[in-house]
């Protein structure tokens, strides 16, 4: 992996606020993780060989709480929530119908938002088979890791 890709990674992982960055590429895996300075630093960790994933961000060290797990759901079920941090988006596009709404039956592996991250777009897929009874999120919205997203039952 190139230096000047390094020094980009690290600089959107100290201004981002996320504690901890993994991103594998091929054979190599770089590991940056914010020490929460205020000055923009990260440690690089190199290991090979990396396991068969892309990419993913954890949360900011502190826990947050956010509007969305103070409010109880209103209905039960499986909960559908966020792999990484992001932006969450219910349609491919503005002018596209949303991929799920209230109501709509989904399989395992339909598409059922997806998250913005670091200008990927990764579709987000129903673990679950059932009927959506609440949505979560906003379009636009910024999501956490492990935030919920969709209600299934």
């Not at 091929?26 to 396991?51: C, F």
């Not at 559908?80 to 491919?92: C, L």
Request: charged share 20%; hydrophobic share 40%.
């Amino acid at each position: 992996m190139d230096l000047r890709k390094l020094k980009t990674l690290i600089d959107l992982v100290s201004e981002s606020g996320i504690s901890e960055l993994e991103v594998n590429e091929g054979e190599d895996r770089v590991r940056i993780v914010n020490a929460g300075s205020p000055t923009p630093t990260g440690q690089v960790v190199y290991a090979n060989p990396a396991p068969a994933q892309v990419m993913q961000a954890a949360p900011a060290a502190a826990p947050a709480t956010t509007p969305t797990a103070e409010e109880a759901p209103a209905e039960t079920g499986f909960i559908a929530r966020s792999p990484m941090v992001g932006t969450f988006y219910r349609a491919p596009n503005p002018e596209s119908p949303d991929f799920v709404k209230v109501g709509d039956t989904v399989k395992v592996g339909q598409t059922l938002c997806i998250i913005e991250a670091m200008k990927l777009l990764n579709e987000i897929e129903s673990e679950q088979a059932g009927v959506i009874k609440q949505i979560l999120c906003e379009n636009g919205q910024g999501v956490e890791f492990d935030q919920p997203l969709f209600i299934i039952a």
